[in-house]
């Protein structure tokens, strides 16, 4: 059953800042955690709300962001801010993408990944006219404070360089989300000025514009680990900690074994099936899903690839973008797929690579098999029919096909198409030459007695 889409909700993802601690070339937004762009987290928040818009803000490498957030949502749309010049200004440049849009706008910060859906639920949902996502702070720092009257509604926001010591001693923050309707922010981003301590357009001085001309401003608060930013490096490790620690969990609530849990890495998109087994030292890269039931053993690296219930992989397996294995498949240790359907039963144990490639039901990969799939500068196919058997250290080299219930001897290097049910053998025939070895090394070892 589709959503059905809420119009009402429109979101800003702000993502122009340089990140200088970061000391990158990289934009920060683009630094991963949990194996994507950190932008990711922020989008897939969005898509939560099921937005009628979202639009990124980019400044620095604007070109690069602009060109990730394209590949992770299709529906986002980018405002460029050429100069930095405050979080107002650069919820400014994002108003010409809104125009014709009156609902609610929330305002995201592309490098705080994890503020929860049921967070951005209570701000869409909530009925003041601007509203702002707080959390006490354990050590405020210079995070901006939320004055609040008694009950609890909220007067202004005071940025920490503009703050005096009894505005720095209340331990209410902005975490940056904010949420205000299309009208009321379009009004006072309008009114921003630039004079204050930093000589920035404040985003955060919006609500005290609004509250003076008589709107209500208000603060929803949530826990201070789901205001987490990233600013340099040692945040970055920081944030991936808190995102494994918080997948693990919710794996093993979900129903799945984890031998170790923490030493298996997930990706912010691994969907695994209950009753599924995950050994120690597993890493899932972006765009995995394990059905119910299936077993990847110690050590193993996927990405891009589903696992069908009753499979095992690894250990020491490597699934790469394109490995589909259907189920009961048995992939063991030091075999990598890459691009290549493996349907029900296959077996493919040991020491293989199978690129660009279909294997058909119950067909057996000996050891050693390699689909030699590249010439250099192109590649090709391999395609093996069902119940066949690869015999051990095959060549199969691409374009080739090999039949159903047909058989490859040992050794072999397959360059033409084999028929079903036919046995190929490319390989240099065998000869044995009697008492050769014994006389071999007698001769070897009067040599070397020879030398002394
Ligand atoms: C901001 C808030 C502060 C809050 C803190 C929470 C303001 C004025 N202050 O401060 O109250 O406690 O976040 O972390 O809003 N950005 C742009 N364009 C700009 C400036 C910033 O896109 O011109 C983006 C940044 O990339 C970043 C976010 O906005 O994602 C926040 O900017 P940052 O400079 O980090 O704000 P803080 O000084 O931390
Ligand atoms: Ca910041």
Redesign the pocket.
Known sequence: MADQENRDIAVVI??????SRMLSDLP??LHKVGAVPMVSHALAAARSLNPARTIV????GAEAVTKAVAKLDAEAQIAL?T????????VAQALPLLEGFDGRVIVL????PFISEDTLAALAGHDADVIVLGFEAADPG????LVTDAEGNLLR?V??KDADDATRAIRL????VMAADAALLRQFVGQLGNDNA?G??????VPGLARDAGHRAAVVTCDEAE?L?V?SRTELAKAETIFQTRRRAEALADGITLTAPDTVFFALDTRIGRDAIIGPNVVFGPGVTIESEAEVLAFCHLEGCHVSSGATVGPFARLRPGAELGGDVHVGNFVEIKNSVLDEGVKVGHLTYLGDAHVGERTNIGAGTVTCNYDGVMKHRTEIGRDAFIGSDTMLVAPVSIGDGALTGSGSVITQDVPAEALALGRARQVVKPGLAARLFQALREAKAKKG
Do not use: P
């Not at 702000?14 to 990140?19: C, E, S, T």
């Not at 803000?57 to 620095?60: Q, S």
């Not at 920035?200 to 001085?205: A, K, V």
């Open positions: 702000l993502a122009a800042g340089q990140g920060k937004v803000v980019a400044g620095h801010q100069e930095q010049l405050g979080t107002g200004h650069a910060y592309g490098d705080t210079r995070y901006g404070r926001i940025e920490f923050c902005n975490s940056g930093s920035e357009y404040y985003l955060t001085d205001t930013g600013n």
